[in-house]
């Protein structure tokens, strides 16, 4: 695979996922809390009320501790409604990665596809949304809607329910998104095309920005790479975004 990420993610906050392990046959990813870097102090918060409904849409707080969630284990303490934790927080998140000091860290970054300088700490976190086999937890970047360039690795969802012809997801493969308002869970949908078959979705935190994007901006997908077992197998896309020449000319 040729391409390599250029204009890394600038968030100013992250959204904190969380899907259920194996055996509970809702796998879908839940949205459970927030982190921010805006005003210069990391914090941290969980989703709750009406922000937690309109993140889970048709799901309830109780269905996601019925599937086993407990909080993330450096936020355990809650006390109260909105509770918001400051001390650490960057930290308890970057432990999730590689340390940048190791040599083979570079390599780490690959499959990213980053070979580019150091890159701060929420930028970095969403590029790899922190992502760990021995736990359900994993960053998303909602992307930004007005942004002009961007170029990150997401997680395509629904990709283990798909039979595809391993022909059409060699590495590099090219991607089509394609929006289907006729969905019937959910009409802002993005489905991922290889070759003209569904191969999974945008993840349903980031379809509004994508969305936003495939209007006027130039978008191309790309096949970044697939891990895990053909049962339960997860695959990324790499995700470009640019102002169309036109555009930026005006």
């Known amino acids: 695979m040729e391409h390599w990420v250029e204009v890394p993610p600038e968030p100013a906050e992250l959204t904190l996922t969380w899907r259920a392990p194996e055996g509970i046959d809702d796998r879908t990813r839940w949205a459970v809390g927030v982190l921010s870097a805006e005003g210069g102090t990391p914090r941290f918060r969980y989703l709750e009320g009406e922000e937690f409904q309109a993140a889970n849409p048709g799901r309830t707080p109780a269905q996601l501790a ?50 580019g300088a150091p890159l701060a700490p929420m930028s970095l976190l969403a590029l790899t949304s922190a992502r760990l086999p021995s736990d359900g937890f994993a960053l998303v970047d909602r992307l930004e809607p007005a942004s002009t360039a961007c170029d990150i690795v997401i997680e395509i969802a629904g ?47 980031q379809t509004r920005s994508v969305a936003a994007w495939l209007k006027d901006r130039d978008v191309s997908c790309w096949l970044s790479r697939r891990s895990g077992r053909m049962e339960s197998s997860i695959a990324f896309a790499l995700l470009r975004m640019r102002c169309r020449e036109k555009a930026l000319a005006a």
Do not use: W
């Open 66 to 115: 019925a599937h086993g969630f407990r909080g993330y284990p450096a936020f355990q303490e809650r006390k109260g409604n909105g509770k918001i934790f400051t001390h650490g927080v960057l930290d308890a998140f970057l432990r999730r990665l590689p340390p940048a000091t190791r040599t083979d860290f570079p390599v780490y970054m690959e499959l990213y596809r980053y070979r």
């Open 159 to 205: 990709f283990r329910h798909r039979a595809v012809d391993p022909a059409f997801l060699r590495d590099g493969a090219e991607l089509r998104l394609v929006p289907e308002p006729t969905n019937a869970h959910d009409a802002g949908a993005i489905r991922v095309e290889a070759a003209g078959a569904t191969v999974g979705y945008v993840q349903r935190l």
